[in-house]
């Protein structure tokens, strides 16, 4: 496994993050497909084993079981808090990000990872409602008090995330240092403004969903599987523009089978010639980590990344939070 920092923060993790989406308590209101306590442990430990320091969950995953299960897990199997890198969110809550809400729901956090510190703290969307200056000083106060070590953020638009850091700048408050967004070969929208900014800001880069939901890993679009069959979300991200994604599928395919390696390993293998620091993987067989692991040490050529990139057209925004419309401005209706 190769390691790198997280910005400028002196944080080393794996170039592979664990996605821990994929544990906790199954439920009709979130998903059916996460995995129980005992799997979660087998998954975590395995992952521990291939090398990888660098987990991801959010209060608002299965209900907060997430990051219940994941500290249960790295208890189970004896890992010193220091050698693991812990990141979790905040946004999907009561007050979103105003400063009562991320007080209140990083003291849940901690107390259901059980630890008193988290490596990484993301907002997890842009909110409206809040004052930025009132987000990012709550943010700072908690990397002042030894809560936090480091702040990040996620899916939102690029001038967005350009205005928080201007905020942070001006008023000598913590910047972020990691991006979470959702990028993969099907959906690269944020090339166009969001991922410039994070370069601009020399801020480390760790999407979400780099594998499309499993659409990267196998050559038919329907896969059979529970989370295929159940997960509505997934199906609202790539289904609407299936034909093209198929289309870039199929050169993922076309390149794995040229390679002699599986299909996500050069999905992920794309991220890395990209310039991404740690993708996001959510594992729920081993399998899923081998093929992550292995990916961090292929190095695509450019003809091979323009080969996988040239059916790719134009997408709907997934992921960022439109904003408001005048008339539901008030109203309740947002």
Wanted: hydrophobic fraction near 35%; aromatic fraction near 8%; charge should be negative.
């Amino acid at each position: 496994m190769n390691y790198t920092e997280l910005g400028k923060t002196g944080i080393k993790v794996s170039r592979i993050c664990a996605g821990c989406m994929s544990y906790g308590r199954a439920s009709e209101d979130f998903h059916l497909w996460t995995l129980p306590q005992e799997e979660t442990t087998k998954m975590v430990a395995h992952a521990l084993d291939l090398g990888v320091n660098f987990f991801d969950t959010a209060n608002c995953y299965a209900h907060g079981t997430s990051e219940e299960f994941l500290g249960n897990a790295l208890r189970a199997v004896g890992v010193k808090r220091e050698d693991v890198i812990i990141a979790s969110k905040v946004y999907f809550n009561d007050g979103k990000l105003s400063r009562s809400a991320i007080e209140r729901e990083i003291a849940g956090t901690l107390t259901r990872l059980g630890t008193d510190y988290l490596d990484l703290y993301q907002i997890h969307r842009f909110d409206y409602d809040t004052p930025v200056e009132e987000t990012m000083s709550a943010l700072d106060a908690l990397v002042k008090s030894g809560k936090v070590r480091a702040l990040g953020a996620s899916a939102m638009y690029g001038y967005q995330f350009h205005n928080l850091q201007i905020v942070a700048e001006q008023n000598g408050l913590t910047k972020f240092s990691t991006l979470q967004n959702h990028y993969n070969l099907l959906y690269r929208e944020d090339e166009r403004e969001l991922i410039p900014v994070a370069e601009q800001y020399g801020v480390s880069r760790m999407p979400y969903s780099p594998l499309a939901g499993g659409h990267l890993t196998h050559p038919e679009w329907d896969s059979g599987t529970k989370r295929d069959t159940t997960d509505k979300i997934l199906h609202r991200k790539y289904d609407r523009e299936k034909e093209n994604n198929i289309a870039i599928v199929k050169r993922v395919e076309e390149l794995a089978s040229r390679r002699g390696v599986t299909m996500s390993e050069i999905a992920l293998a794309w991220h890395f010639a990209k310039g991404v620091a740690a993708p996001i993987v959510g594992a729920t067989n081993a399998r899923h980590f081998d093929d992550a692991v292995k990916s961090v040490d292929i190095e695509l050529s450019c003809e091979e990344v323009a080969f996988l990139e040239e059916p790719y057209r134009a997408h709907e925004i997934s992921g960022a939070v439109p904003r408001p419309s005048r008339s539901a401005i008030g109203t309740g209706n947002v």
